[in-house]
T-cell receptor
Framework: DAGVIQSPRHEVTEMGQEVTLRCKPI?????LFWYRQTMMRGLELLIY????????DSGMPEDRFSAKMPNASFSTLKIQPSEPRDSAVYFC????????????FGDGTRLSIL | KNEVEQSPQNLTAQEGEFITINCSYS?????LHWLQQHPGGGIVSLFM???GKKKHGRLIATINIQEKHSSLHITASHPRDSAVYIC???????????FGTGTSLTVIP
């Protein structure tokens, strides 16, 4: 049974470039979450979706960040333009039926902005 | 002000010891999650609690809603339990999650 799949696993790019992170949730899961983790700030929830609709995006740091979920099996997190302070590990997670169900995490994307 | 406070921040234990990690929160919640993150980064959801107590193997999680406090216990600790343990709560107002800064546990053989 496939878990949450994130791509790429690692991304290194130069400041100012557009970065797109991808996530495929577990089939049948209704909720999808995007997180960012840094040493300074720990784990932060950026945005989450229910049935492809964004529910809470208050954690999105600024307009340079955007997330979409065009269908139940795919979501993207985009940063444009990227800045060095965006360097972090970005996790995607999904959960079944309700937001209070256990979340299943992907392996994360380690992003480095030079 | 942090809505979720964990203690201790760091913990070192000998193999076999009983371990307790604490989580206190200041908001009304619908649920509380305990997450485990091993070195190398993968995150696993250990428990989701809204009341009472849950047990899975050597791990036990309890929550006291009135006192706004949860504990994660590990019995007969093992070096493979070495990880960061993160407490997260889902607020019952505002659809928001709040996270603790984590407790870094090292179990020495």
């Amino acid at each position: 049974d496939a878990g949450v799949i994130q791509s790429p696993r690692h991304e290194v790019t130069e400041m100012g470039q557009e970065v797109t992170l991808r996530c495929k949730p577990i089939s049948g899961h209704d909720y999808l979450f995007w997180y960012r983790q840094t040493m300074m700030r720990g784990l932060e929830l950026l945005i989450y979706f229910n049935n492809n609709v964004p529910i809470d995006d208050s954690g999105m740091p600024e307009d340079r960040f955007s997330a979409k979920m065009p269908n139940a099996s795919f979501s993207t997190l985009k940063i444009q333009p990227s800045e060095p302070r965006d360097s972090a590990v970005y996790f995607c997670a999904s959960s079944l039926r309700t937001v209070t169900q256990p979340q299943h995490f992907g392996d994360g994307t380690r992003l480095s902005i030079l | 002000k942090n809505e979720v406070e964990q203690s201790p921040q760091n913990l070192t234990a000998q193999e076999g010891e009983f371990i307790t990690i604490n989580c206190s929160y200041s908001v009304g919640i619908s649920a509380l999650h305990w997450l485990q993150q091993h070195p190398g980064g993968g995150i696993v959801s250990l428990f989701m609690l809204s009341s009472g107590k849950k047990k899975h193997g050597r791990l036990i999680a309890t929550i006291n809603i009135q006192e706004k406090h949860s504990s994660l216990h590990i019995t007969a600790s093992h070096p493979r339990d070495s990880a960061v343990y993160i407490c997260a709560v889902y607020s019952n107002t505002g659809n928001q999650f709040y996270f603790g800064t984590g407790t870094s546990l090292t179990v020495i053989p």
